[in-house]
């Protein structure tokens, strides 16, 4: 699986979109990126994952750059209940189940 | 609503003792997962099991022991041999197929008396 890289903390309004960024220059072509989120004293839970193509759900959008070494996880509208730590992986899922998490990026969300 | 249940949400542990958190999910899922996470950091793979009575080692299973005889049911122990156990331990399932979301459960403190 390859490093990703987050910042640290990331600031945003109330109803404004959020672009959480990721870097993974390392990642291989068969490398999915998975995004999580965990809010304080719960687990994590997903939110959307994609390997080449832009993907959209009902809790967000992500874009992966064509050379697949970046990706960015928008929230369209940002309510207090999307603060929380978000975490990006990369999953190369071939005989792996292992989700390696790193210390993500804390969104605080401004009313 | 399908879903995982950790218990219990605190623990305790003694000294010396052994103390087993218990994980059930109704998913259907094959595979489940032990995560610990300390304070600020991200989640480290304790253990993990893709199929009834079978389970392999993560990154730090030392001092910790799993079983799996039903589909729905993958326990922790934490054993007396794991000596800076205070942390918060999440438990996960899945499908089998590679790259399937992960499903997590709300986590156990586990915390020395």
């Known amino acids: 699986d390859a490093k990703t890289t987050q910042p640290n903390s990331m600031e945003s309004n109330e109803e404004e979109p959020v672009h959480l960024p990721c870097n993974h220059s390392?990642?291989?072509?068969?490398?999915?990126i998975h995004w999580y989120r965990q809010l304080p004293s719960q687990g994590p839970e997903y939110v959307i994952h994609?390997?080449?193509s832009n993907v959209n759900n009902r809790m967000a959008s992500l874009a992966i750059a064509e050379d697949r070494k970046s990706s960015t996880l928008i929230l369209h509208r940002a309510t207090l209940r999307d603060a929380a730590v978000y975490y990006c992986i990369s999953h190369s899922g071939a005989g792996s189940y292992q989700l390696t998490f790193g210390k993500g990026t804390k969104l605080s969300v401004i009313p | 609503d399908g879903g995982i249940t950790q218990s219990p949400k605190y623990l305790f542990r003694k000294e010396g003792q052994n103390v087993t958190l218990s994980c059930e999910q109704n998913l259907n899922h094959d595979a489940m997962y032990w995560y610990r996470q300390d304070p600020g950091q991200g989640l480290r793979l304790i253990y993990y099991?893709?199929?009834?009575?079978?389970?392999q080692k993560g990154d730090i299973a030392e001092g910790y022991s799993v079983s799996r005889e039903k589909k729905e049911s993958f326990p922790l122990t934490v054993t007396s041999a794991q000596k800076n156990p205070t942390a918060f331990y999440l438990c996960?399932?899945?499908?089998?197929?590679?790259?399937?979301?992960?499903?997590f459960g709300d986590g156990t403190r586990l915390s020395i008396l």
């Open positions: 390392t990642i291989s072509g068969t490398d999915y």
């Open positions: 996960a399932s899945s499908y089998r197929e590679s790259n399937q979301p992960q499903h």
């Open positions: 099991s893709q199929i009834v009575n079978d389970f």
């Open positions: 994609g390997l080449t």
